[in-house]
């Protein structure tokens, strides 16, 4: 029978904690899609750097315009000069090229692409700058008390914020929306001529019931990941910010909502929840 000493027994607990995935973690939020229910947070309303999870409302403002009819999935927008001069992650369809809105949101939200964020952004609201102000009009609607954007692709800028709790609201909301859309958060690649751009949430290679949704990195935000799962009808959504790195981010999310289909709800609203 090994015997192990009292300093053992605290360095390999010190090793654990340090090697946890919930380790050095920033905010987090779990809940039930549907209800809003909170089933555990932890500092979701502190303020953040968004990072890719910007994306999601540049999505959801692209959603709407499709709605109306002023944007079509088969229409083709043209790559200004601002929108391929973005940095990685990119596509990298030179100034003058043209993409269809449907493939220009796969590459969005499936390979994260910062350059086709300015050309959604240029073809649905006719400058970076019209559509800025849309996405902040949607955030206001929504009640996203702490979220303010100044780009399309969430590229550092210090303005540009939101919190866990809010990205949680929009990510419902779009779900809610647009259920006709959700193929773009589950879809495991994109295809750009003979490129196979694999899906940067790895959550959904790992895990059966995850079915989205949104990857996002800066240095000054850490890991960012909003992840949904869906059990026997029920969808959870696991927010989690500034994981140390990819695989942390997605070992948090899947432990968040492991958890949380084994637990019922608490009675806190998200809708509520400061």
């Not at 709605?67 to 990119?90: E, M, N, R």
């Not at 003058?96 to 240029?122: K, M, W």
């Not at 909003?226 to 910010?241: E, P």
Request: positive net charge; charged residues 15%.
């Amino acid at each position: 029978m090994a015997v192990f000493s009292r300093k053992s027994v605290f360095f390999a607990a010190l090793f654990g904690l340090i090697f946890s995935p919930l380790a050095n973690a920033g905010p987090s939020l779990l809940f039930d899609a549907a209800s809003g229910e909170v089933i555990s947070q932890d500092r979701a309303g502190e303020p953040w750097y968004p990072a890719s999870l910007t994306k999601l409302m540049t999505a959801y403002v692209v959603f709407k315009k499709l709605k109306a009819g002023s944007l079509k999935l088969d229409q083709s927008i043209v790559v200004s000069p601002l929108a391929a001069s973005q940095v990685p992650s990119k596509i990298g369809i030179p100034a003058g090229g043209t993409i269809t809105v449907d493939l220009a949101l796969q590459t969005l939200l499936v390979y994260s692409a910062n350059d086709i964020a300015y050309v959604l952004a240029e073809g649905a609201g006719g400058t970076v700058s019209n559509f800025v102000k849309d996405m902040n009009a949607e955030a206001q609607k929504l009640g996203l008390r702490s979220t303010h954007f100044v780009n399309p692709n969430g590229l550092f800028d210090p303005r540009q914020l939101t919190s866990a709790r809010d990205i949680g609201v929009l990510a419902s909301t779009i779900y809610a929306e647009f259920p006709e859309h959700g193929h773009y958060f589950s879809q495991a690649h994109v295809m750009l001529g003979k490129r196979k751009l694999a899906n940067r949430n790895s959550l959904i290679r790992i895990m059966p019931e995850a079915d989205g949704m949104k990857t996002g990195f800066v240095c000054n935000s850490g890991f960012n990941l909003v992840a949904s799962a869906t059990r026997g009808g029920r969808k959870l959504i696991a927010v989690v910010l500034g994981a140390p790195n990819g695989r942390a981010r997605a070992d948090m999310a899947h432990q968040l909502l492991v958890d949380g289909f084994g637990q019922k709800t608490a009675t806190q609203n998200l809708k509520l929840d400061n």
